[in-house]
């Protein structure tokens, strides 16, 4: 039986629907706004693991090129691998439903929602997010939802809830906000310099919407939610439990504070063999052994929040708002054009710029249509970062923290127009224990700079975490610069970038219940003063550009008459592919009449420069060009002095003296010092040779 709700949004109305179309999936929603459709899908497994301390849950979120009546690009005709954004929508619905979860279900989920139509007007991303928990919610998949998702802009000093494309095109601030009814429980997005006020103010704007279609979802639950399967937990407790925490808690209070990441992580292993020794019969078995470790961590998750809470001290021995040592170098590779190493405590990321042509910029084809990106922003994660042996892959972690770096510098570097290079940032993560991804924004500044990028600004990265003592908040602490075990151990890994002036990027994940907007107004305010602190660190180390790199290609720009870019161009290119020949340059024409030459050196990109600038103006009388000869007649010889453009220099303008034969004095394919006399009625141009003797006196 179809079951469907709507809810009146704006000038449109949102529609859920199921019971029509994917019957067999354990869940199923459409979900409709305007012209922009997306089917969500959620399956779980049929095998049942008893005592799973996890959640084996996949998102993979999938755009469709018919759905805005499109062919993919390319020689293979069928969607592929999946693209950057549906990896970072994927994640998008992944992060916030995930913690609603219960761990003991024991079955593989996966939820995939799909976008089947696509307006151009409504992006789809956040109908994915509500069709995703839509369809968990009505399953009988156990779900601590339903979650929902709006995206706030802020347009001219209003907050505008799902702007559309072109409303987003005048954002200077752009988040998502996921969350519960309760609260929220995931916060990304960009912005042009954002204060603090204005990004508070977003999130409050953004609880309502979030709370109706919670509310929405509610209601097509009640009329066809399934009934919940059952849970597997595991029954069996662990033996002895209080006596092995009573004999190891004293050894971990001294193993979890230890200088170090890797000193901590060796002291509490020698610590878990130590008491794991009087006790190695019962450990032998599996099911005790898993339930040993979990106790482990419980102990440590416990140690280190009490220390912060009640202490102040965390287990590197910092302050709550104390940020690790911060050393900045650039110009650590002698070949590439930019390269910067960031390191922060135990965090590195090596930074490397390359200027490219517009030939390198990044091509884009997917259903918002196509388009080309001129910066670029790479994150690896190699496994050697944190002692590891993997494989050298680029999974949705990677994809997801280049994005956040990326977004984070873009509203920094200057237009194409300002800046004629392709720019691509690589961020090596060295080594990692805390917010890799502000370090490669970190970093990523620094060898722009060193590159010679005009920045607008410096930009810099921190990433704070919150710790709480329970629901009711009597007690918590905001912490700066947060380790791995913090982020791992924490209810929130903020990550907030930006310039001395306002926000550029954020990012946010809470594993609690909502948090007030005191506890995020503070968060943002000690985040300000650690960016600040960070800023001043790297400032010290380069502050504005440096010369662009002897290898770096040679750029330079200018504008022509719209008219004149066939005369440029020339039949079937002849024109432009002769002055790239002559020059040894690679010249780019746009409709515009912008043109940009790369040469290898400055001379090269000059004189074809100069060239061009000659083509595209008309010839004035007077004007001196070099000509090559094309034909010679027995009354003079026609010379070309600009591609496509020849004159007629008559036997009496060979020389100051007598002429008998042209052949004398030129020969075919010779370049000559030629005058233009004058362009007549007729628009022929008629030239004089400019003779040694002659082309000596002028000097």
């Known amino acids: 039986m179809v079951q469907r709700v709507t809810k009146k949004i704006g000038n449109g109305e949102l529609v859920l629907e199921t019971g029509k179309i994917g019957k067999q999936a354990n869940g199923c929603v459409y979900a409709q706004f305007g012209g922009t459709v997306v089917i969500a899908t959620v399956c779980a497994s049929s095998t049942v693991t008893e005592g799973m301390d996890f959640v084996p849950v996949t998102v993979d979120y999938n755009e469709k090129f018919y759905a805005a009546g499109k062919i993919p690009g390319g020689f293979v005709k069928r969607e592929g691998r999946p693209k950057d954004k549906e990896i970072l929508v994927s994640r998008l619905i992944d992060r916030p439903m995930r913690p609603l979860f219960e761990p003991t279900f024991g079955r593989e989920i996966q939820i995939v929602p799909t976008c089947v139509s696509a307006d151009g007007v409504n992006p789809p991303d956040i109908l994915a997010v509500i069709a995703a928990s839509a369809a968990v919610t009505i399953s009988d998949i156990p779900f601590h939802g339903p979650v929902a998702g709006v995206r706030v802009a802020y347009i001219d000093g209003d907050y505008v809830l799902n702007p559309t494309y072109e409303q987003l095109k005048r954002a200077a601030l752009e988040i998502v906000v996921a969350g519960t009814k309760d609260g929220f429980t995931m916060v990304e997005g960009g912005a042009n310099e954002a204060t603090e006020d204005v990004m508070l103010g977003a999130l409050a704007k953004a609880q309502d919407f979030i709370r109706d279609m919670c509310l929405l979802q509610e209601e097509l639950q009640k009329l066809a939610g399934k009934e919940k399967l059952p849970l597997a937990p595991l029954d069996v407790k662990l033996e002895n439990a209080d006596k092995i925490e009573a004999e190891a808690t004293p050894l971990m209070q001294q193993a979890c504070f230890q200088k170090g990441k890797l000193a901590r992580g060796d002291a509490v292993e020698a610590v878990k063999k130590q008491v794991a020794a009087n006790y190695a019969e019962q450990l032998a078995d599996p099911v005790q052994a898993n339930l040993y470790a979990k106790l482990f961590d419980d102990i440590q998750y416990r140690l280190l929040r009490s220390s912060i809470l009640d202490r102040g001290l965390r287990i590197d021995g910092r302050g709550t708002e104390d940020i690790r040592p911060i050393t900045c170098e650039v110009n650590v590779l002698p070949r590439p054009h930019g390269s910067a190493l960031f390191t922060r405590g135990e965090t590195q990321s090596l930074a490397v710029t390359t200027l490219g042509t517009a030939m390198d910029e990044q091509e884009f084809d997917d259903i918002e249509g196509n388009r080309s990106e001129h910066f670029i922003l790479h994150y690896n994660f190699p496994p050697y970062s944190v002692g590891e042996v993997g494989k050298l892959t680029t999974g949705r972690r990677e994809i997801g923290h280049g994005n956040l770096a990326r977004r984070s510098l873009a509203p920094m570097i200057p237009t194409r127009e300002e800046f004629p290079y392709t720019i691509r940032v690589v961020s090596e993560i060295m080594e990692s224990n805390g917010s890799s991804s502000q370090a490669s924004t970190c970093g990523g500044?620094?060898?722009?700079?060193?590159?010679?990028?005009?920045?607008?600004?410096?930009?810099?990265?921190?990433?704070?975490?919150?710790i709480t003592?329970?629901?009711?908040?009597?007690?918590?602490?905001?912490?700066?610069?947060?380790?791995?075990?913090?982020?791992?151990?924490?209810?929130?890994?903020?990550?907030?970038?930006?310039?001395?002036?306002?926000?550029?990027?954020?990012?946010?994940?809470?594993?609690?219940?909502?948090?007030?907007?005191?506890?995020?107004?503070?968060?943002?305010?000690?985040?300000?003063?650690g960016r600040n602190h960070i800023l001043d660190i790297m400032e010290k180390c380069i502050s504005k550009p440096q010369p662009i790199s002897a290898f770096a290609p040679k750029i330079v720009s200018l504008k022509i008459p719209v008219d004149k870019i066939g005369a440029l161009i020339g039949p079937g290119g002849k024109n432009v592919k002769a002055l790239c020949a002559q020059f040894g340059v690679t010249i780019n024409t746009d409709d515009d009449g912008t043109v940009t030459i790369y040469?290898?050196?400055?001379?090269?990109?000059?004189?074809?420069?100069?060239?061009?600038?000659?083509?595209?103006?008309?010839?004035?009388?007077?004007t001196i060009y070099q000509g090559t000869v094309k034909r010679i007649m027995d009354f003079g010889a026609f010379v070309e002095i600009l591609p496509g453009k020849e004159g007629l220099c008559h036997i009496s303008k060979l020389s100051r003296g007598r002429v008998e034969r042209v052949t004398d004095v030129l020969k075919e394919g010779q370049v000559i010092p030629v005058k233009l006399l004058e362009v007549d009625k007729m628009g022929r141009l008629n030239l004089s040779y400019i003779d040694a003797l002659e082309d000596q006196s002028r000097k």
């Open 445 to 466: 500044c620094l060898s722009l700079l060193a590159a010679g990028v005009p920045m607008k600004k410096m930009v810099a990265g921190i990433a704070m975490g919150l």
């Open 599 to 622: 040469g290898k050196t400055g001379k090269a990109a000059d004189d074809a420069k100069g060239a061009v600038k000659a083509i595209c103006e008309d010839p004035e009388p007077g």
């Open 469 to 529: 003592d329970g629901p009711q908040y009597k007690k918590y602490a905001i912490l700066s610069d947060i380790l791995g075990e913090e982020d791992h151990l924490g209810d929130m890994d903020f990550k907030v970038a930006g310039t001395r002036d306002g926000i550029t990027g954020f990012q946010m994940d809470i594993k609690i219940a909502g948090v007030s907007m005191e506890i995020m107004k503070k968060a943002l305010d000690q985040a300000k003063r």
